[in-house]
């Protein structure tokens, strides 16, 4: 039995780096620190994973040998005249590199995750620039905490533990406790009204407070939350301040803060469902903390004004910054979706939809995008790696996505490797190998390899490079 | 049978997270995604309860799914769906030239559907997604 600390986890992009596992005969048995979405990857990750590549014949998807899987992938980009290669948020840093290479060789377009999740927040932030830091400056020192459509008690369940309001900085205290006294509080409160309406047979239940009214804590010098959502998340239930936006109208109460923060006034009632003398009292401890930082999720990237909301949002904190110290982050998804905007741009300029057919790097977002590419159906065929587009893509764009040859990359039975033509199932990255991955703080970290993978299955990086030299030798022999 | 004009969410959960671990093909993932999200109130109109299975469609079609009391009321004519190959059925792939579609925040509509039955994965890629070459 082994036990190894200081693993990160290969989930979400808060890509927490304290993680311990104990290992026996090769076999993960514990894991400490991690989240349930973390545990249940360590823990399960090799309960239903494959371990020989598959290739199509007659319909049906077959094993084959390694060379084989690799040749045919090879011959499938070669033959394409406009491949799309897609993923790269579940991967290393390492694999993504040779993906871009594999990209410019084959003349395609490559395409990262943050196309269908933070690739708004992008053309914002190439729009207006953005003011960030790293999670750690605010651990010690952030006192407001503004999380706007963005539930990290769901989507990054360390989020709030690790870097924001239960944490023990070096200058702000840790809001645990308060937290736990108020859902005492709460859950009490509730039970008691459940036995009164029991009680009071036949009367309309009182309705429970929406978390509108003003808030108990105005006049409290301790770290605050504010969270704006559509609904009152696990999240907004820890908050100090609720605000509950109407669905689509985020832009509009963005613009509304920074107005009343420029000292305008508001000649209405309520802005988006949310009362003006609340957004006015947020406003004031927007404008009076020491330290605020607005992280922001796909509650503004994928609803109605997309990147016009990201715009919004950095125009407001870069108002605040008048004022006092305020910042921004993106809430983002995949461990490392960081990484592969850090590597694109790097290695040819631009952070997602990058069109390569040229021979030099276009990006044209509505153009080069994987959604747009696949719902007028221009790809003659498509690399997937460690993602499931065929899950999670509007069905049109999913469905045209396997009408051309697919390659799929990935360790997993899902949607996309049932339905692909070659199916490589590589070692589990940040489990079985190493690379490298971005926080979404744009902190580089390691992944460890913590077990051996199967006999039959190779790094993504090593896979990724024996189909470039594959398909550069089938160039070679044609030319 | 009465309609709710709703406006349609789709997010992540803990539980989507967590039984994806599992595997896409498993029964706790289907059950975990298969959910529609609703306020009581609009449950009531409705005339469902939980569990129930109902209609959510949108301009894009229409999916099955079972209906879940929500947590997070009150929230009229908001409904919540997890992300899912389920929840892709009836989103929209336009993305007015951002890149992105709208998953958020997308006109839907709700209806009963106690015949009807919530498809598996396998039934759900065979019904909806077909292979054009060999």
């Known amino acids: 039995m082994t036990v190894i600390s200081h693993i990160t986890c290969p989930v979400c992009g808060d890509f927490c780096d304290d993680i311990e596992v104990t290992v026996e005969d090769n076999v993960i048995t514990d894991v400490k620190n991690a989240c349930a979405v973390g545990a249940a990857r360590f823990l399960n990750y090799a309960t239903h994973r494959r371990t020989k590549p598959l290739i199509r014949k007659d319909g049906e998807l077959v094993e084959a040998s390694l060379d084989e899987a690799i040749r045919k992938s090879a011959e499938i980009l070669a033959d394409a005249t406009y491949p799309l290669l897609f993923g790269w948020s579940s991967t290393s840093c390492e694999a993504t590199r040779v993906g871009l290479e594999l990209a410019e060789e084959v003349g395609g377009v490559i395409d990262n995750t943050s196309t269908i999740c933070h690739g708004p927040s992008i053309l914002g932030i190439q729009d207006i620039g953005i003011s960030s830091c790293t999670l750690g400056q605010l651990r010690h020192r952030a006192d407001l905490i503004f999380y706007w459509g963005s539930n990290p008690w769901d989507a990054h369940p360390r989020h709030i533990e690790r870097y924001t309001m239960f944490t023990e900085g070096r200058f702000q205290r840790s809001t645990w406790r308060k937290y736990v006294s108020r859902l005492g509080g709460t859950v009490t409160e509730k039970r008691l009204q459940r036995t009164a309406n029991l009680l009071l047979d036949h009367h309309p239940p009182t309705p429970i407070e929406t978390g509108q009214g003003l808030p108990y804590t105005m006049f409290q010098k301790k770290r605050k939350m504010v969270v704006a959502d559509v609904r009152k998340t696990r999240t907004a239930e820890a908050a100090d301040y609720f605000l509950q936006v109407e669905p689509n109208r985020d832009y509009e109460l963005l613009q509304a803060f920074r107005m009343l923060i420029r000292d305008g006034e508001l000649d209405v009632e309520e802005v988006a469902g949310v009362p003006v003398e609340l957004l006015e009292e947020v406003a004031d401890v927007m404008i009076g903390c020491e330290l605020g930082v607005f992280f922001f999720g796909l509650g503004l990237t994928m609803s109605e004004g997309r990147h016009r909301n990201i715009d919004a949002a950095l125009s407001l904190v870069r108002d605040l910054n008048q004022y006092t110290k305020f910042l921004i982050m993106p809430m983002r998804g995949h461990f490392n979706v960081t990484g592969a905007n850090v590597v694109f741009t790097w290695q040819t300029g631009y952070p997602f939809a990058v069109d390569l057919s040229q021979g030099f790097p276009r990006y044209n977002p509505g153009e080069t995008s994987t959604i747009d590419i696949l719902r007028r159906r221009e790809s003659d065929a498509a690399l997937v790696i460690g993602s499931d587009p065929l899950a999670h893509f509007p069905k049109k764009t999913a469905q045209n996505l396997i009408k051309n040859p697919l390659i799929a990359i990935d360790p997993e039975l899902t949607p996309t490797t049932l339905m692909a033509d070659v199916v490589i199932p590589p070692a589990y990255v940040g489990i079985e190998a190493e690379g490298t991955a971005y926080r979404m703080d744009h902190v580089p970290l390691p992944l460890k390899k913590i077990v051996d993978p199967p006999e039959t299955c190779l790094s993504d990086e090593e896979i990724l490079r024996r189909i470039l030299n594959e398909v550069r030798r089938i160039r070679r022999k044609l030319n | ?134």
């Open chain 2, 1 to 134: 049978m009465p309609k709710l004009k709703a406006t349609l969410l789709t997010g992540r959960t803990i539980d989507q997270g967590t039984e994806r671990e599992r595997g896409k093909f498993s029964e706790e993932y289907r059950r975990s995604v298969t959910i529609c999200e609703i306020d009581p109130d609009d449950m009531k109109r409705l005339g469902v309860t939980e569990n129930d299975n109902v209609r959510v469609s949108t301009d894009s079609g229409s999916v099955i799914l079972r209906a879940v009391k929500s947590a997070r009321a009150p929230h009229p004519d908001v409904i919540f769906v997890p992300y899912g190959p389920w929840a892709s059925l009836i989103m929209n792939s336009e993305t007015h030239g951002t890149g992105m579609p709208l998953l958020k925040g997308l006109p839907a509509e709700v209806e009963q559907a106690p015949e009807e039955k919530i498809l598996s994965l396998r039934e759900l890629l065979e019904k909806h997604y077909k292979r054009e070459h060999e």
